[in-house]
């Protein structure tokens, strides 16, 4: 470094940083510049990379003044780097500079998340808060999957206007927050259109000042996540689509490092997010294990739809859930008006769908109870099951009927509690 007419001081070296997860910024108020460091990654020799770009306000070296990448663990190659600085405004110490930033952000990086004393403060209420409930629960992934066309993305697109504006409809409660739409299928004009038929058909208007931010994706989502980051940080986003999951992971999908690494990057954005996903020829959620091992509520989508109609009825079943109970099928109807360029989508029981078919043994005896109660053989006869199977369901879920003394049985929920049971009802009994 060059002699100056007026020397630094060691004050004009306080630098503050910004940041973490591995974006950081970086500012010296003194000497007038600033550093932005992010793509860190950390290889198996425990060498950390990252980039970083320098800017200045200072007379001679005025915005930006170097870009480049860096290996923050390594002398040699920290003092190669300041050496091209030098080389654009020498009257700064770019070696101690350099040095600061190598250092913070190491020391940040290896720290990693703070540890915690468990007291067991934390309240159930606010470990297991909902963003979209029963759907999604804040701060965890949740994961729809289902065959092509069954309406998966039409329900993210739906849930992701629902999150925007903070809308509780349809049965759901929803929590407003801003939202980022992270598409691997398609492109910004066929969802942008998309959301645009869903808000009318909300009664919204079709363009909103402040909407759903979107990134078209063409890297798997660890490669691009320093990108993600900087996207969720700028725009404070607190909800993320992922659109579709096994293209966001951009590898072999039965390869649980693949995976891993995949919901690792994801959960170092410490947000909510909704993850779309196919299933493979046998019908079952595509991929690794892992997948279903590492999302907190697990839906499989399942649809029903004539040739020609111009609305699609489907289905959501519940197949995994963390810190909740499984909720009942969840049914949807998306209508099409193409004159309006709008859609509705409306919750419907899945019992009154073409798709009651799909439930579970035990919701389709409760759906023909609601009827009145019936003997074991009028509801074998109707589910074309045998006997023995309907009472050996009877008996697994006693907790949801109840026998009475003339043999048929009833759902206990339609059980007035006030007026009691039936005139000569008494406890179930198997």
């Known amino acids: 470094m060059s002699s100056h007419d007026e020397p630094t001081t060691k004050g004009d070296y306080d630098f503050t940083m910004e940041g973490g997860a591995g974006i950081y910024e970086l500012e010296w108020p003194q000497l007038l510049i600033k550093a932005d460091v992010a793509r860190l990654k950390e290889n198996s020799d425990h060498e950390l990379r990252g980039e970083i770009w320098i800017e200045s306000q200072r007379p001679n070296s005025t915005g930006h003044v170097k870009q480049g ?37 190491l020391e940040d990086w290896r720290a990693g998340t703070p540890e915690v004393a468990i007291t067991g403060s934390v309240a159930p209420a606010q470990a297991n808060r909902w963003l979209i409930q029963p759907l999604v629960q804040i701060g965890h992934p949740t994961l729809i999957y289902g065959k092509g066309s069954t309406g998966k993305s039409w329900l993210a697109q739906y849930l992701s206007v629902l999150v925007h504006e903070g809308m509780s409809v349809s049965g759901l409660t929803v929590e407003q927050s801003r939202v980022l739409y992270l598409d691997w299928e398609t492109d910004i004009n066929e969802i942008g259109f998309r959301i645009s038929m869903i808000r009318k058909g909300l009664g919204l208007p079709a363009e909103s000042q402040d909407g759903i931010w979107y990134k078209a994706m063409t890297q798997g989502l660890s490669a691009d996540i320093a990108t993600v980051r900087g996207i969720v940080q700028k725009h404070n986003i607190h909800f993320v689509v992922l659109d579709s999951l096994g293209s966001a992971c951009m590898g072999e999908p039965e390869s649980a490092e693949v995976v891993l690494r995949m919901f690792a990057a994801l959960r170092s954005l410490g947000v909510t997010s909704l993850c779309v996903d196919h299933v493979s020829k046998e019908g079952s959620l595509f991929g690794s294990v892992y997948k279903f091992n590492a999302a907190r509520q697990i839906f499989e989508a399942k649809k029903a739809q004539g040739e020609g109609e111009d609305k699609l009825e489907f289905a959501m079943f519940h197949r995994k859930a963390n810190n909740s109970k499984l909720v009942k099928p969840l049914g949807w109807v ?54 023995g199977h309907i009472s050996k369901e009877l008996a697994t879920h006693k907790h949801l009927f109840i026998k009475l003394n003339n043999g048929l049985y009833a759902n206990l929920s339609n059980i007035d509690e006030d007026s009691g049971p039936e005139p000569g009802a008494r406890t179930w009994e198997a």
């Open 69 to 105: 990448r860096i290996i923050l663990t390594s002398p040699a190659n920290r003092k190669q780097f300041a050496k091209t600085l030098e080389d654009r405004d020498s009257e700064v110490d770019w070696d101690q500079v350099v040095e600061q930033i190598s250092v913070a952000v």
């Open 334 to 387: 998306l209508e099409f008006d193409n004159t309006q360029d709008a859609i509705a989508m409306t919750r419907k029981d899945v019992r009154d769908t073409k798709l009651a078919g799909e439930m579970r043994i035990v919701d389709q005896i409760s759906s023909i109870l609601r009827d009145g109660p019936h003997a074991v053989k009028d509801i074998a006869d109707i589910l074309e099951k045998a006997p």
